[in-house]
């Protein structure tokens, strides 16, 4: 099995109301230092993959997706339903948008320039 087929068949595993880091991912799929090919892998994935991405985090707890298309915004409300406890933390996201991004993204960009989502890792971090 490849790397890419270890990744999506952990991140399948994440039980509903459950995060998983990106290193943890990486890890369990046997190359713990490839946090950010887990990453590629999510952003280059199919809809008919049914991936719960929503459910892989980085290793502070943050959700630090950085996609137009599926903006933190819907990464956090999907989790909510699931019901994980996402909290906005004020000041500047590591990844905000710049102005011209934001008029691109409208009202997204500008709550994501205010601050960044994050889950409580200690009561939320899927155990295996």
């Given at each position: 099995?490849?790397?890419?087929?270890?990744?999506?068949?952990?991140?399948?595993?994440?039980?509903?109301?459950?995060?998983?880091?990106?290193?943890?991912?990486?890890?369990?799929?046997?190359?713990?230092?490839?946090?950010?090919?887990?990453?590629?892998?999510?952003?280059?994935?199919?809809?008919?993959?049914?991936?719960?991405?929503?459910?892989?985090?980085?290793?502070?707890?943050?959700?630090?997706?950085?996609?137009?298309?599926?903006?933190?915004?819907?990464?956090?409300?999907?989790?909510?339903?699931?019901?994980?406890?996402?909290?906005?933390?004020?000041?500047?996201?590591?990844?905000?948008?710049?102005?011209?991004?934001?008029?691109?993204?409208?009202?997204?960009?500008?709550?994501?320039?205010?601050?960044?989502?994050?889950?409580?890792?200690?009561?939320?971090l899927w155990q295996i």
């Amino acid at each position: 099995m490849t790397f890419k087929e270890q990744v999506i068949q952990k991140i399948k595993e994440i039980p509903s109301g459950k995060v998983a880091t990106y290193g943890q991912i990486a890890a369990l799929a046997g190359s713990p230092r490839a946090a950010l090919m887990v990453g590629r892998i999510l952003r280059h994935s199919s809809e008919s993959e049914q991936l719960p991405w929503q459910r892989v985090i980085n290793s502070k707890g943050r959700i630090s997706i950085v996609n137009m298309e599926y903006p933190a915004e819907l990464q956090a409300e999907l989790l909510r339903e699931e019901g994980v406890r996402v909290e906005m933390r004020a000041g500047p996201a590591r990844n905000a948008c710049m102005p011209a991004c934001q008029e691109q993204r409208g009202s997204q960009g500008a709550s994501m320039a205010g601050g960044s989502y994050y889950i409580d890792l200690a009561q939320f971090l899927w155990q295996i």
